[in-house]
């Protein structure tokens, strides 16, 4: 059974950097049958979701985000990894990570991408940006 | 980006009601949508998918209907652990999108 868990600093000062890292558990980051994902949740109200990753390295960010934002993966340590530059108390949150299912079938010389709702999520990390 | 109006934001119920959440979209998603459960300190977990299929283990209590901009989560005989958030979210189209949730309150 397949399994994320986040670590990385519960304390960032303002205008630092956040990393986090999300580690993989009873599967392969490399099965390329999933993207990667980050959410996140401040205090008390909902869920944003930041970005994702493929295998591949490929990956797409929230346009909110964007400027600010570094997803990687390191498929030898079945591990991905969030970055998040020039923080603010705004950005005090708990942090998952979530898997999503892909199937991409190509029909025609096309690529049709199937998706099915993030399955499997980490237990979160919290984290506070104060000084 | 689409944006997702989810209502109501609070609902509070008893033990055996009939529940129902709405979620309107900017936009057509076809079916792309999944509902989530969270309780307080915990990650969401996966209801629904597909705006109607249940997740594997998820009870039959739970269901989704809808397509295009309008869909709806009822719970049809609300127990005591459903009192959670419930968030509806598309992945129609990136970036991913969620609702602003609904906290289910015990009456």
């Known amino acids: 059974q397949v399994q994320l868990q986040e670590s990385g600093p519960g304390l960032v000062k303002p205008s630092q950097t956040l990393s986090l890292t999300c580690t993989v558990s009873?599967?392969?980051?490399?099965?390329?049958?999933?993207?990667w994902s980050w959410i996140r949740q401040p205090p008390g109200k909902g869920l944003e979701w930041i970005g994702y990753?493929?295998?591949?390295?490929?990956?797409y960010y929230n346009p909110s985000l964007k400027s600010r934002v570094t997803i990687s993966v390191d498929t030898s340590k079945n591990q991905f990894s969030l970055k998040l530059s020039s923080v603010t108390a705004a950005d005090t949150a708990v942090y998952y990570c979530?898997?999503?299912?892909?199937?991409?079938?190509?029909?025609?010389?096309?690529?049709?991408?199937?998706?099915?709702?993030?399955?499997?999520w980490g237990q979160g990390t919290t984290v506070t940006v104060s000084s | 980006v689409i944006w997702m109006t989810q209502s109501p934001s609070l609902l509070s119920a008893s033990t055996g009601d009939r529940v129902t959440i709405s979620c309107r979209m900017s936009q057509g998603i076809s079916s792309y949508l999944a509902w989530y459960q969270q309780k307080p300190g915990k990650a969401p977990e996966l209801l629904i998918y597909?705006?109607?299929t249940l997740q594997s283990g998820v009870p039959s209590r739970f269901s989704g209907s809808g397509s295009g901009t309008d869909f709806t989560l009822t719970i049809s005989c609300l127990q005591s652990e459903d009192f959670a958030t419930y968030y509806c979210?598309?992945?129609?189209?990136?970036?991913?999108?969620f609702g602003g949730g609904t906290k289910v309150e015990i009456k």
């Open positions: 990753i493929y295998y591949s390295g490929s990956t």
């Open positions: 009873g599967g392969s980051i490399s099965s390329g049958d999933y993207y």
């Open positions: 979210q598309q992945y129609y189209s990136f970036p991913r999108t």
């Open positions: 597909a705006a109607s």
């Open positions: 979530a898997r999503e299912p892909i199937v991409v079938v190509t029909y025609n010389r096309h690529r049709h991408y199937y998706y099915y709702g993030m399955d499997v």
